[in-house]
């Protein structure tokens, strides 16, 4: 660190225009141990092989099959209520029995996740593996509306 005076009679200290590197440094070596010991603590720690997906989107169908569990949890295949029992029969009719067919699987937001499954087996006991679930895009409009999320 160097100091310039000047003579003390003329009563005028001189700019100095030597920069001070010193304080940076310090900065900058502090912010460097922070984000030493951060870094390691935002990383997840559980090792998953995640799967890349290439899929391109598909065509919606001329007539989607939309099953809905409603809150109460009553089963809806279209507009028309239907009986759980009844579920693989009235699927039959409305396909054509062409089990190939996707059906998209809506359910409100208060359906317990066993309950959800409870359709899926459904399904599946019919012989409906095509199952795609319906959900709304996220457009953040959610959360400046005030909607509360559990």
Known sequence: MGVSLKDAQDGDLGEVSDINVTPFIDVILVLLIIFMV?????????????????AQPQPRPEAPIF????????????????????????????????????????????????????????LCQAGYLKVGLVGLEDTGQGAAAGAPRP
């Open 67 to 122: 099953l809905t569990v409603k809150s109460d949890l009553s089963l809806t295949l279209g507009n028309d209520g239907i009986a759980r029992e009844a579920l693989g029969a009235t699927l039959d009719r409305q396909t054509n029995s062409d089990r190939e067919q996707r059906v998209f699987l809506r359910a409100d937001g208060g359906v317990a996740y066993r309950e959800l499954m409870e359709v899926m087996n459904l």
């Open 38 to 54: 951060a870094a390691p603590l935002s990383t997840v720690d559980v090792a998953v092989d995640l799967p890349v997906s290439n």
